[in-house]
Nanobody, 121 residues
Framework: VQLQASGGGLVQAGGSLRLACTAS????????MGWFRQAPGKQRELVAE???????TYADSVKGRFTISRDIAKNTVYLQMNSLKPEDSAVYYC????????????????WGQGTLVTVSS
């Protein structure tokens, strides 16, 4: 199973970016897909995640500005980021938790390679 993220880049404060992450491989199901971020010198933190049944969780710092969505059929998760602030600058990592493959139904967790988001003031 591999996760490929895209959509990062440089944007001015107040601007928008949309991240996408697609999981590929012999995937039977994925329980949770989401986004974490890590800024220099800081710990990785949850940004947002969504469960298959539709429940979503957001970090307080992004509520009202970011929206997570998911295309279950495509094993893809999106993160629409609006009203970006310089403090949103970080490497954003896609995650997939509770992944079951057709060969092995024991759930595992996977991470994408990260995509850099830089917000200039």
């Amino acid at each position: 199973v591999q996760l490929q993220a895209s959509g990062g880049g440089l944007v001015q404060a107040g601007g928008s970016l949309r991240l996408a992450c697609t999981a590929s491989g012999s995937i039977f199901s994925i329980n949770v897909m989401g986004w974490f971020r890590q800024a220099p010198g800081k710990q990785r933190e949850l940004v947002a995640e969504t469960v298959t049944r539709g429940d979503t969780t957001y970090a307080d710092s992004v509520k009202g500005r970011f929206t997570i969505s998911r295309d279950i059929a495509k094993n893809t998760v999106y993160l629409q980021m609006n009203s970006l602030k310089p403090e949103d600058s970080a490497v954003y990592y896609c995650s997939a938790r509770g992944v079951r493959t057709w060969e092995l139904h024991i759930p595992n967790d996977y991470w994408g390679q990260g995509t850099l988001v830089t917000v200039s003031s």
